[in-house]
């Protein structure tokens, strides 16, 4: 288990009954977490301090509930790296604040790489790349970075996020199938001395490509092992998918990079909470060269 327990930013209140309350900054968000199946020792609901809820809709969806006026987005930090917030449908916000154990990781990687060579072009490839968190901090590290995301949205929001970081140059930003694109990359001959993929449960390309993860990732994972340089310097697997266990993740990535060399670490990634337990919220694997 790793804990993103460096957050000043944000903070997990109170959990239960299938739901979590969190302040993003000065905004206090109450969310469903499918991880959340304890009971509360009050009723969240009837808080004073809630300024949005996320109701669930039996038909699929949801929406949220307004109880106080506050910014239709606003920037929260990590260190030196700066994201913007913003209530979207389906519950998100925008970022995904445990991955901070991650970037932290990342970034040690790429700065160690630099400080031995310091002429040293990193590049790394960002799949599934969302609103860039792990693009900013790798970016933030002195690598360049290929962002790709199927959402045109998303990745102009880690456009944003750059910018806000004060990242304006180094960033190669895709909007494709992350399939399609990695094929046509070792067509190419192009490679990439990192590779992050956070892939989604389920979900379609632009084109209407049908990704399933229990039946897309390792295939997956052996493309993207093809574009990985000479001298790699690590390879992330990151899921959401409840019941995908930190287990599987490190099979795929021991299978997949078997005679490469190196090792692989997988764990449960969790936030803290005020009340003394952590929140699990997903699993990664990363294996280093």
């Known amino acids: 288990m790793k804990i993103a327990g460096n957050w000043k930013d944000y903070r997990i209140l109170a959990t239960g009954d299938g739901m979590k ?112 968190g792990a693009t900013v901090a790798c970016a933030k590290a002195g690598a360049e970075v290929c962002h790709v995301d199927a959402a045109k949205g998303m990745v102009e929001r880690a456009g944003e996020n750059a910018r806000l970081s004060g990242i304006n140059s180094g960033i190669r930003y895709i909007v494709d199938d992350c399939t399609k694109f990695v094929r046509r990359e070792i067509r190419r001959g192009n490679r990439y001395d990192a590779i992050i993929m956070d892939p989604p449960s389920y979900g379609r390309g632009p084109g209407g490509e049908m990704w399933k993860i229990e039946d897309s990732l390792f295939d997956f994972a052996g493309l993207c092992a093809q574009l990985l340089s000479d001298n790699p310097l690590f390879m992330l697997i990151n899921s959401y998918t409840t019941g995908l266990q930190p287990t599987v993740i490190d099979n795929i990535l021991s299978l997949t990079l078997r005679g490469m060399g190196g090792q692989t670490q997988s764990f449960e990634v969790c936030l803290p909470t005020d009340e003394g337990i952590p929140l699990p919220c997903g699993a990664s694997g990363l294996h280093t060269f």
Not at 45 to 62: E, L, N, T, W
């Open 21 to 132: 309350l969190e302040r993003w900054g000065d905004v206090t968000l109450l969310r469903p977490d499918p991880q959340v199946i304890w009971k509360s020792s009050s009723d969240l609901f009837s808080r004073p301090d809630i300024d949005a809820v996320y109701h669930r809709s039996d038909k699929g969806g949801g929406g949220w509930e307004v109880r106080k006026a506050f910014p239709a987005e606003w920037k929260i930090s990590y260190g030196d790296l700066n994201f913007l917030i913003k209530p979207m449908g389906f519950k998100h916000t925008g970022l995904f604040p445990e991955q901070a154990v991650n970037w932290d990781a990342m970034r040690a990687l790429i700065s160690q790489a630099k400080t031995l060579s310091p002429e040293r072009r990193i590049k790394v490839l960002n799949l599934f790349a969302y609103t860039g």
